[in-house]
């Protein structure tokens, strides 16, 4: 009976490759936009409108593009360079953050306007997930893919795990204006990262 055999996790040699330390930096700055926009949405929300049905409206706005969007990432991951893709999803949800925290800072803020740039965003985030899934294998050994996997995820938590920590400051001294234009902010850090990640462009069907 054949047994499988793992490879032992490396970091050294994970730590090692410049691309993944890119792919890290950019995981961790861009939850710690999103957790931040996630909480600071819901608060002002809720102090809005003294509505927890509204709130779970925002939450629903958020998730049910993973439902269907995936469908068609999944066509597109497959033919465009991923890296590329990263970019741009990067770049289209933190231009409409950005666009959401100017109308705050004018005052003009209304439910519709943090609805319509959940939906963005959520539906950018379904498929941004599977994009960067797929990219970070382009950029580690393969033998090391669990360790990789790992670290990522590290990554993410840390990222929320922060956000969490410093939105409640964050949000009492810059309002929801401050805390959207953190978070698209974020966005642009990221795909620079992505950006870096390596050079030119590659094609998903050649590595198949």
Same mark, same amino acid.
């Given at each position: 009976? @054949? =047994?499988?055999? @793992?490879?032992? +996790? *490396?970091?050294? &040699?994970?730590?090692?490759? $410049?691309g993944f330390r890119y792919f890290f930096v950019a995981m961790? /700055?861009?939850?710690?936009?999103? #957790?931040?926009?996630?909480?600071?949405?819901?608060?002002?929300?809720?102090?809005?409108?003294?509505?927890? /049905?509204?709130?779970?409206?925002?939450?629903?706005?958020?998730?049910?593009?993973?439902?269907?969007?995936?469908?068609?990432?999944?066509? &597109?991951? *497959?033919?465009?360079?991923?890296?590329?893709?990263?970019?741009?999803? *990067?770049? +289209?949800?933190?231009?409409?953050?950005? !666009?959401?925290?100017?109308?705050?800072?004018?005052?003009? !803020?209304?439910?519709?306007?943090?609805?319509?740039?959940?939906?963005? =965003? #959520?539906?950018?985030?379904?498929?941004?997930?599977?994009?960067?899934?797929?990219?970070?294998?382009?950029?580690?050994?393969?033998?090391?893919?669990?360790?990789?996997?790992a670290a990522v995820l590290i990554g993410v938590q840390s990222?929320?795990?922060?956000?969490?920590?410093?939105? #409640?400051?964050?949000?009492? =001294?810059?309002?929801? @204006?401050?805390?959207?234009?953190?978070?698209? @902010? =974020?966005?642009?850090?990221?795909?620079?990262?992505?950006? $870096?990640?390596?050079?030119?462009?590659?094609?998903?069907? *050649?590595? $198949?």
């Amino acid at each position: 009976m @054949a =047994t499988a055999s @793992a490879h032992r +996790v *490396d970091w050294n &040699l994970i730590w090692a490759q $410049r691309g993944f330390r890119y792919f890290f930096v950019a995981m961790f /700055v861009s939850l710690f936009g999103s #957790g931040m926009n996630f909480a600071g949405v819901s608060w002002y929300i809720l102090a809005a409108t003294h509505s927890t /049905v509204k709130v779970s409206w925002q939450v629903m706005v958020m998730t049910l593009p993973g439902l269907f969007v995936p469908f068609l990432g999944g066509v &597109l991951i *497959d033919r465009i360079d991923r890296r590329y893709l990263g970019v741009m999803l *990067d770049l +289209v949800r933190g231009f409409f953050v950005l !666009l959401t925290a100017f109308i705050a800072w004018r005052g003009q !803020l209304q439910l519709w306007h943090l609805y319509g740039m959940t939906l963005i =965003t #959520g539906t950018g985030s379904a498929m941004y997930w599977a994009t960067v899934n797929a990219l970070v294998q382009e950029v580690i050994p393969p033998s090391q893919f669990t360790g990789a996997n790992a670290a990522v995820l590290i990554g993410v938590q840390s990222g929320m795990l922060l956000a969490g920590a410093f939105v #409640g400051f964050l949000y009492n =001294t810059t309002g929801i @204006a401050g805390i959207l234009a953190i978070d698209g @902010a =974020t966005y642009f850090v990221s795909a620079f990262c992505l950006h $870096r990640l390596r050079s030119g462009y590659v094609s998903p069907c *050649d590595r $198949r």
